[in-house]
T-cell receptor, first 111, second 110 residues
Framework: AQSVTQPDIHITVSEGASLELRCNYSYGATPYLFWYVQSPGQGLQLLLK??????LVQGIKGFEAEFKRSQSSFNLRKPSVHWSDAAEYFC?????????FGPGTRLSVLP | EAGVVQSPRYKIIEKKQPVAFWCNPISGHNTLYWYRQNLGQGPELLIRYENEEAVDDSQLPKDRFSAERLKGVDSTLKIQPAELGDSAVYLC????????FGPGTRLLVL
């Protein structure tokens, strides 16, 4: 069965520091991969997606993610974190029109 | 372009009472999803519609939950009767090539 793991439940970084959030998936075929962000009391907002082609994808708010087939990973990165990036981040894999979400990583940002 | 609209945003009810949530998807999106999100967890699919047809409802607790999508546009999710464990955020999403979420309905069952 398809699954998504996000090994880090909670990450704390200082403002201006770099960030990497990990995501691993289990899926037999070529996956469609997504990162969403959720601020408190809000729905999920799409940050970026990977369908095919270049394995490094750029998203909104300065985020990027790299697909590594050999490691079944799709890690999210940002070179310099802003206080407004504090939120919950979800990785998801899609097969057809079915989406499976990871448990999320909560990001805290220190001033 | 308007996003996915959900109402109400918040609902507090007593257990055993009925409750309904409404969703209006993005125009032109044929696929509509209802998810439940428990505190500290990712969304879990309840039901997926393709137009007016429910194509995946395997995770929907059918003894108390029901959903409909008349005319393949708006959708309603109902719980009757609600239980304490139903307290969660209920998210609606719609998809063309990509899935977009509404703000959710936060349900508290007392």
């Amino acid at each position: 069965a398809q699954s998504v793991t996000q090994p880090d439940i909670h990450i704390t970084v200082s403002e201006g520091a770099s960030l990497e959030l990990r995501c691993n998936y289990s899926y037999g075929a070529t996956p469609y991969l997504f990162w969403y962000v959720q601020s408190p009391g809000q729905g999920l907002q799409l940050l970026l997606k990977y369908f095919s082609g270049d394995t490094l994808v750029q998203g909104i708010k300065g985020f990027e993610a790299e697909f590594k087939r050999s490691q079944s990973s799709f890690n999210l990165r940002k070179p310099s974190v802003h206080w407004s990036d504090a939120a919950e981040y979800f990785c998801a894999v899609a097969y057809g029109q079915n989406f499976v979400f990871g448990p999320g990583t909560r990001l805290s940002v220190l001033p | 372009e308007a996003g996915v609209v959900q109402s109400p945003r918040y609902k507090i009810i007593e257990k055993k009472q009925p409750v309904a949530f409404w969703c209006n998807p993005i125009s032109g999106h044929n696929t509509l999803y209802w998810y439940r999100q428990n505190l500290g967890q990712g969304p879990e699919l309840l039901i997926r519609y393709e137009n007016e047809e429910a194509v995946d409802d395997s995770q929907l607790p059918k003894d108390r939950f029901s959903a409909e999508r008349l005319k393949g546009v708006d959708s309603t999710l109902k719980i009757q009767p609600a239980e304490l464990g139903d307290s969660a955020v209920y998210l609606c999403a719609s998809a063309g090539e990509t899935q977009y979420f509404g703000p959710g309905t936060r349900l508290l069952v007392l």
